[in-house]
């Protein structure tokens, strides 16, 4: 006789789980939720038609991902522009980048060149703002503005370092967003000419100079007094 096995979360919840945490994801990326807003699991169970355990589980996901925080005694909310962790992670990417791009800039084959010049190409060529997307940056320009800056590293060669900066890229998704609203006069097609100018001329001294002062322009517009207030 053939047992069958039952997965320890039902079907059914697993489903409306992943549908609750991508519309709250969406909502949280479009700007929807401001910066430091409370996330409360019975209002959105309510919103959503679902229970509060679903609502729950949605929003433990989106802790792990940096896109909102768990407050003791208090629940769920959006984190703060002004949080610490933002220039942590601007730290180190300031740290790690600019040397993996030396790396890049001196083992990269002419197949890498290609790459960063079509990632570019592609970046320059994608709207990055649409009205019925919200206030913030296309989801299409997001993935288009993370392959440049990926391609422009992936001539390093190193796997382990390209994971280092997968997983500070995706916790530092939502900082960029705000960064860009609150500092709407930035240049930032000029920096990434500047990126792509530097790597494919090889000159490593001026490419890495150029990224971090990048690096450090997104992490400066979310301090409390720089910028326009979200």
Wanted: hydrophobic share 40%.
């Amino acid at each position: 006789m053939t047992q069958t096995a039952h997965p320890s979360t039902p079907p059914g919840k697993q489903m409306l789980s992943e549908q609750v945490y991508a519309y709250l994801r969406d909502a949280i990326m479009r700007g929807h939720h401001a910066p430091g807003a409370p996330l409360k699991p019975q209002d959105l169970a309510r919103e959503q038609g679902v229970s509060l355990a679903v609502v729950r589980e949605a929003l433990v996901r989106l802790v792990g991902e940096g896109l909102a925080d768990r407050l003791p005694n208090r629940g769920f909310a959006i984190p703060s522009f002004s949080d610490r962790r933002w220039q942590e992670i601007a730290e180190a990417r300031r740290t790690v980048e600019p040397v993996v791009l030396r790396m890049s800039i001196e083992r990269g084959d002419v197949d890498w060149e290609a790459r960063v010049r079509a990632a570019h190409h592609r970046l320059v060529r994608t709207p990055a703002y649409e009205p019925e997307e919200g206030e913030y940056y296309t989801g299409a320009w997001a993935e288009a503005h993370r392959a440049f800056h990926r391609t422009l590293l992936e001539g390093c060669g190193n796997r382990e370092l390209l994971e280092t900066f997968d997983r500070l890229w995706t916790a530092s998704e939502l900082a960029r967003r705000w960064s860009a609203h609150r500092n709407p006069g930035r240049d930032g097609a000029k920096e990434h000419r500047m990126l792509e100018e530097a790597v494919l001329a090889r000159d490593a001294d001026t490419a890495a100079a150029v990224l971090v002062q990048h690096l450090t322009l997104t992490a400066a517009a979310l301090t409390d007094d720089a910028g326009q207030a979200t």
